[in-house]
């Protein structure tokens, strides 16, 4: 990588974006962390640490992106911004035609709660649910120079171990996880497109001297 220093607002700039890309991605995820910590009290040490397996996963596989782009023109990583705007696309015309994504989320976690959530299904569960993780962070760590790299990785830990810490707080009381969640929904396609354009537009000042 080429590195340049970032000032005091792109790094901002470049933290709420992170952390709003988590959060938008994983909104379904909390809902089933919420529901599956609600239904097995017992074992929310195990749904816990399959969600944080299934988020260190796609953190891996974002992570041969930075690999990736090492190996590509720099002029061709920009266009990895058309995936997380695409999706974003997606999934503002889904809500605009009704769709409610939290429900199908809540729908599987009790499912799944059903037959026992131990560590291995919440694993499976949360890791099925992340394509959407992965159309953001794959293309933002390809373009991204070692000194943004080092701060997206560990942002996208801290937002995971909050994440689960914040399901914890609430597992008790569903209804306000879904009150956020519905909130959190409207913003995703946002998020989702504010980050294809960010990749598309950012990336010539992230990897050429």
Not at 30 to 48: D, F, K, Q, T, W
Not at 51 to 69: E, H, N, P, Q, R
Request: aromatic share 8%; charged share 10%.
């Amino acid at each position: 990588y080429i590195t340049h220093s970032m000032t005091g607002l792109e790094l901002v700039g470049l933290m709420l974006l992170v952390a709003g890309s988590f959060a938008a991605t994983n909104v379904d995820n909390h809902i089933l962390l919420v529901v599956l910590m609600g239904a097995e009290p017992g074992r929310r040490v195990s749904v816990v640490l399959g969600f944080l397996s299934a988020a260190a996963c796609v953190l891996v596989i974002a992570a041969l992106g930075a690999l990736v782009g090492t190996g590509l023109d720099p002029a061709l990583l920009g266009y990895f911004g058309l995936v997380p705007l695409g999706f974003g696309i997606v999934l503002l015309y889904r809500r605009l035609r009704g769709a409610r994504p939290e429900e199908t989320a809540a729908g599987e976690a009790r499912a799944v709660a059903r037959y026992g959530a131990g560590g291995l299904s919440t694993f499976l569960l949360m890791f099925s649910n992340s394509g959407d993780s992965l159309a953001i962070f794959f293309p933002l760590l390809a373009e991204s120079d070692l000194q943004s790299l080092l701060w997206e990785v560990g942002l996208f830990v801290t937002m995971a171990l909050l994440w689960a810490a914040l399901a914890w707080r609430i597992a008790d009381q569903p209804g306000i996880a879904l009150q956020i969640e519905r909130i959190g929904e409207k913003l995703v396609p946002w998020i989702m497109m504010g980050a294809g354009i960010y990749i598309l537009m950012n990336t010539a000042s992230d990897t050429l001297a």
